[in-house]
């Protein structure tokens, strides 16, 4: 009951307007970004509730996935007033020790893709190109944070971009691709690029869902790794979607169906599995039942091409090197599935860690490798 009583005075406290950073403009129940920060506070410790009072200490997984999903978003969203970061300007290495710090290093990776996008935020609203945003020399930049600093660039760079597409006619959207192609090579640091585009797909089918298909049409011509990019960006953006933040939605994990539905071709699909199963993996790393029962439905055993292998793996090498082989993923890893389901665990996660390992002390972890982790291979 002690745990219950927490989780209802964190419910209650959620929808309490927080104390006003300065006399003016005082900020109210009413303030848009506390309403969007109470609804992610009180999903979260709704969640929490529910699992003391309705589950008991093993809640069903749709909850304990909600919970997953509101935390990693609030560290997100709430990055520049948790980490009190100001208006002035923004300098990544200060603002990532800044995080670590407050946050630990496990969750700071949330809150650095965060300062990533609010670095591009503030370029944007300052009305300044992006060129070269991430290309400065800055030694304070744990090595490993520059792929998720793109990511986050990458976000803000796709949304300013298919913001000014006004029809989906091939010339005009030809046009505002060629330039959004441009501008991931004119902010990245040389090899991230891809890094930076990867997002295009999650704003899209987020925000601008009526232009995936033309979209997709117009990477497909171009060729390369720009589809595949596309289209792992569109399957994480669908497990982020409001109608798959549900409980009822996660086990089986409805959502995968519209990553096998939506896209045209089987390369498609297979990318947008594996970006789906990538988002479950990472967002889950702390409570590993939950990709345990993903795997249940959705894996393939002894497939060595099956996406949803493919998305686990990839997501559990990235968190390596961002986080250097944290302690959250060395747990992750040592899971114990149920009896049923171990041969599949160490199958798609305990081998492919030993790879990882494996590859990281013959190669070391260089950045050249990154760009394949956010496609199906």
Not at 238 to 247: D, E, R
């Amino acid at each position: 009951m002690r745990e219950a009583a927490r989780a209802a005075f964190r419910l209650a406290a959620a929808v309490a307007p927080p104390p006003p950073a300065d006399p003016s403009p005082p900020r109210t129940l009413a303030d848009p970004r506390h309403l969007a920060r109470a609804g992610l506070q009180a999903a979260r410790y709704g969640a929490e509730l529910l699992e003391c009072l309705w589950k008991g200490p093993r809640a069903g997984l749709g909850y304990l996935e909600l919970d997953n999903k509101v935390r990693a978003f609030h560290f997100f969203e709430t990055v520049a007033d948790a980490l009190e970061l100001g208006s002035g300007a923004l300098v990544p290495g200060e603002a990532i020790r800044r995080a670590e710090s407050k946050l630990g290093s496990e969750r700071a990776v949330w809150a650095i893709e965060g300062i990533g996008y609010e670095l591009s935020e503030r370029r944007r609203r300052a009305g300044q190109s992006p060129d070269g945003l991430l290309r400065a020399a800055d030694d304070d930049v744990p090595s490993g944070s520059w792929a998720v600093l793109h990511t986050g660039m990458g976000m803000s760079l796709a949304e300013a971009s298919l913001e000014r597409v006004g029809s989906t006619t091939s010339p005009e959207l030809r046009r505002v691709l060629d330039e959004h192609v441009a501008l991931c090579r004119a902010a990245a640091r040389p090899g991230y690029a891809e890094l930076a585009f990867e997002p295009l797909g999650l704003v899209a089918r987020q925000l601008h869902a009526s232009l995936v298909p033309a979209i997709a049409a117009d990477l497909a011509e171009r060729g390369g790794a720009w589809s595949d990019l596309f289209w792992h960006g569109v399957g994480r953006g669908v497990y982020f979607l409001p109608a798959n933040l549900p409980p009822a939605r996660s086990s089986p994990w409805r959502g995968l169906d519209s990553c096998r539905s939506e896209p045209p071709q089987e390369r498609s699909r297979q990318n947008a599995v594996a970006g789906f199963s990538w988002a479950v993996t990472l967002v889950n790393l702390g409570r590993p039942s939950v990709v345990e029962g993903f795997l249940a439905h959705h894996a393939t055993a002894n497939d060595p091409r099956d996406p949803v292998a493919q998305g686990v793996a990839s997501a559990l090498e990235f968190w390596h090197d961002v986080t250097g082989g944290s302690k959250e993923l060395r747990g992750f890893v040592r899971h114990v599935a149920a009896p049923d389901l171990r041969a599949l665990w160490r199958q798609v996660v305990g081998s492919g860690f030993e790879e990882i390992l494996r590859r990281a002390s013959t190669n070391g972890t260089g950045d050249g490798r990154l760009p394949e982790l956010f496609r199906y291979r």
